[in-house]
């Protein structure tokens, strides 16, 4: 048995190429995520219950209040009320969504609780 070394060429040692190349990534800019992150999701008992009592609400007033819901977030807050003119929104920061709606009158005689931040809105 020979145990000397041998050198084999550079061509007969070809391996396959196992880096695949990267996908092109979609290009979305750091505003566009910020927007996505701050949009809330309504439940369907919130849903359910803005369209029992009439409580519309506009894209841009949404907007703010996502915007007020993310900063209470970065200040630890995991549940908020939400005091708009016309309604009141009991909102999970953590999940960045509305829970349940309520109008103005009807929220005035009542007791909140599990909740550890509030937002008040000016519409």
Same mark, same amino acid.
């Given at each position: 048995?020979? %145990? ?6 550079? %061509? =007969? ?19 566009? &995520?910020?927007?996505?992150?701050? @949009?809330? @999701? ?17 894209? $841009?007033?949404?907007?703010?209040? $996502?915007?007020?819901?993310?900063? =209470?977030? @970065?200040? $630890? &807050? ?19 969504? &509305? &829970?349940? =709606? ?22």
């Amino acid at each position: 048995m020979d %145990h000397r070394i041998h050198q084999t060429p550079a %061509h =007969a040692l070809q391996f396959p190429n196992t880096v695949k190349p990267k996908k092109p990534q979609s290009q979305i800019s750091f505003h566009e &995520v910020l927007k996505e992150e701050s @949009k809330l @999701k309504i439940s369907k008992h919130a849903s359910e219950r803005m369209k029992e009592r009439n409580i519309e609400i506009n894209e $841009g007033l949404w907007q703010i209040i $996502g915007e007020k819901v993310q900063d =209470a977030r @970065k200040k $630890g &807050v995991t549940d908020s009320l939400v005091v708009l003119d016309q309604a009141a929104l009991l909102v999970s920061a953590k999940n960045n969504t &509305v &829970v349940t =709606a309520m109008d103005r009158s009807e929220s005035i005689n009542r007791v909140f609780t599990n909740i550890n931040g509030t937002i008040l809105i000016n519409e």
